[in-house]
């Protein structure tokens, strides 16, 4: 069981699920959240003094499909920098049953004590409900003698198998003021396609030389390089002497003697990508409904946010429900696009223009053969 942290508060809950990954609710971080920023805390007590240990993380995966407006798919997993403490939680696999309806479950958080209740050190709080409903992605949970609140959003919901606990599933979302139940993200519904795979991507001297890597230790050779343009995200680089000693698509560099990528480095800005995790910032964007996908940054209308010959424009990247709506794009891209829908638009215009002449030239030659038959001589009786 762990707290999330920024700065000197918490922010939500989470539980470990093995000895180096944490997994909690997508709607805790936004698009590009930096790890730098963030800290996990072990124990019963939070505290920010002298007596509090936090752990560093390196990477936040969010669920590519989490829909944050319906609390869809709202799970996300967390990657410490080095082994937990603590022993993880075991998880669900299996989907549960309908008989397991009205079952008692033991609710964990870091969250308040009520609505109004945040405050810079808290307890760990357990609390009992039972289960509602069960459904695709979720369970509802009705509170028997504590209820989720602010806090406790990524806490572990724990039902007992046999001997032990088991997470069946987090914390999601509730009533505003923390009564009437809460619901609950299903962990079975995630636990081939996502946690899985993020699993075994995390695992220990298994990455390939170029791949993305979180630490040395990630690494099957060399070790986990973070270029500076995008220092979020490492890749897996061996040393090297000379270019034949690195794999096809990589340089020898001669200040770091190891094999790099050109820029822009995988995950930097204009990198190519095809899912938000693939940036560094967490945002993959697309300036053409049907152009590559690069990433690129959040920028909320404003070219402020954008590095120099970047501009902020609206994200026509249609794959992921949750894509940034605005990001910085090349102007050079813009101007492409711009000079496509130029074109596009004196071609329609040159089509009505057309059409106009031929209805203009009709109308004419239907008004000067009215007037000719109105001019000839009409027939007299004798």
Same mark, same amino acid.
């Given at each position: 069981?762990?707290?999330?942290?920024?700065?000197?508060?918490?922010?939500?809950?989470?539980?470990?699920?093995?000895?180096?990954?944490?997994?909690?609710?997508?709607?805790?971080?936004?698009?590009?959240?930096?790890?730098?920023?963030?800290?996990?805390?072990?124990?019963?007590?939070?505290?920010?003094?002298?007596?509090?240990?936090?752990?560093?993380?390196?990477?936040?995966?969010?669920?590519?499909?989490?829909?944050?407006?319906?609390?869809?798919?709202?799970?996300?997993?967390?990657?410490?920098?080095?082994?937990?403490?603590?022993?993880?939680?075991?998880?669900?696999?299996?989907?549960?049953?309908?008989?397991?309806?009205?079952?008692?479950?033991?609710?964990?958080?870091?969250?308040?004590?009520?609505?109004?209740?945040?405050?810079?050190?808290?307890?760990?709080?357990?609390?009992?409900?039972?289960?509602? !409903?069960?459904?695709?992605?979720?369970?509802?949970?009705?509170?028997?003698?504590?209820?989720?609140?602010?806090?406790?959003?990524?806490?572990?919901?724990?039902?007992?198998?046999?001997?032990?606990?088991?997470?069946?599933?987090?914390?999601?979302?509730?009533?505003?003021?923390?009564?009437?139940?809460?619901?609950?993200?299903?962990?079975?519904?995630?636990?081939?396609?996502?946690?899985?795979?993020?699993?075994?991507?995390?695992?220990?001297?298994?990455?390939?030389?170029? !791949?993305?890597?979180?630490?040395?230790?990630?690494?099957?050779?060399?070790?986990?390089?973070?270029?500076?343009?995008?220092?979020?995200?490492?890749?897996? !680089?061996?040393?090297?002497?000379?270019?034949?000693?690195?794999?096809?698509?990589?340089?020898?560099?001669?200040?770091?003697?190891?094999?790099?990528?050109?820029?822009?480095?995988?995950?930097?800005?204009?990198?190519?990508?095809?899912?938000?995790?693939?940036?560094?910032?967490?945002?993959?964007?697309?300036?053409?409904?049907?152009?590559?996908?690069?990433?690129?940054?959040?920028?909320?209308?404003?070219?402020?946010?954008?590095?120099?010959?970047?501009?902020?424009?609206?994200?026509?990247?249609?794959?992921?429900?949750?894509?940034?709506?605005?990001?910085?794009?090349?102007?050079?891209?813009?101007?492409?696009?711009?000079?496509?829908?130029?074109?596009?638009?004196?071609?329609?215009?040159?089509?009505?223009?057309?059409?106009?002449?031929?209805?203009?030239?009709?109308?004419?030659?239907?008004?000067?053969?009215?007037?000719?038959?109105?001019?000839?001589?009409?027939?007299?009786?004798?």
């Amino acid at each position: 069981m762990i707290a999330l942290v920024r700065r000197t508060t918490i922010f939500c809950s989470g539980a470990l699920i093995s000895p180096r990954v944490v997994v909690t609710a997508a709607h805790c971080f936004e698009e590009g959240s930096d790890p730098k920023t963030i800290q996990v805390v072990f124990g019963n007590m939070v505290t920010f003094d002298d007596r509090a240990e936090p752990a560093s993380i390196v990477d936040i995966r969010l669920h590519p499909s989490f829909e944050r407006a319906t609390f869809g798919h709202d799970i996300a997993l967390v990657l410490l920098a080095r082994d937990a403490p603590v022993a993880p939680f075991a998880f669900a696999r299996a989907p549960p049953s309908q008989a397991m309806l009205d079952a008692e479950v033991r609710v964990v958080g870091f969250g308040a004590n009520g609505f109004s209740g945040r405050t810079r050190e808290r307890d760990k709080h357990s609390g009992t409900a039972t289960i509602a !409903a069960i459904e695709d992605h979720q369970i509802r949970f009705s509170a028997v003698s504590g209820n989720a609140c602010i806090g406790d959003s990524g806490g572990p919901v724990l039902s007992r198998l046999g001997e032990t606990e088991t997470v069946i599933a987090i914390t999601s979302f509730g009533a505003a003021n923390c009564n009437g139940g809460f619901h609950g993200t299903r962990l079975d519904a995630y636990a081939n396609h996502f946690i899985d795979s993020y699993f075994s991507e995390a695992s220990r001297h298994v990455v390939e030389p170029g !791949a993305r890597c979180y630490a040395d230790d990630n690494c099957a050779l060399g070790r986990c390089f973070r270029p500076e343009d995008a220092p979020r995200r490492g890749y897996c !680089a061996p040393s090297c002497r000379e270019e034949s000693e690195c794999p096809r698509g990589m340089r020898c560099d001669a200040r770091t003697g190891a094999c790099l990528h050109p820029t822009p480095s995988p995950g930097a800005i204009g990198a190519a990508c095809e899912l938000p995790w693939d940036c560094g910032r967490g945002v993959c964007g697309r300036a053409e409904a049907s152009g590559p996908s690069r990433c690129s940054l959040s920028c909320l209308g404003s070219d402020i946010a954008c590095p120099e010959n970047f501009a902020c424009r609206p994200n026509l990247f249609a794959t992921a429900e949750t894509a940034t709506r605005n990001a910085c794009f090349r102007r050079s891209e813009i101007v492409h696009r711009a000079s496509r829908l130029t074109s596009g638009l004196s071609f329609a215009m040159a089509i009505l223009g057309g059409v106009l002449c031929i209805w203009m030239f009709r109308v004419r030659r239907a008004a000067a053969t009215r007037r000719n038959e109105s001019r000839r001589p009409t027939a007299t009786m004798s």
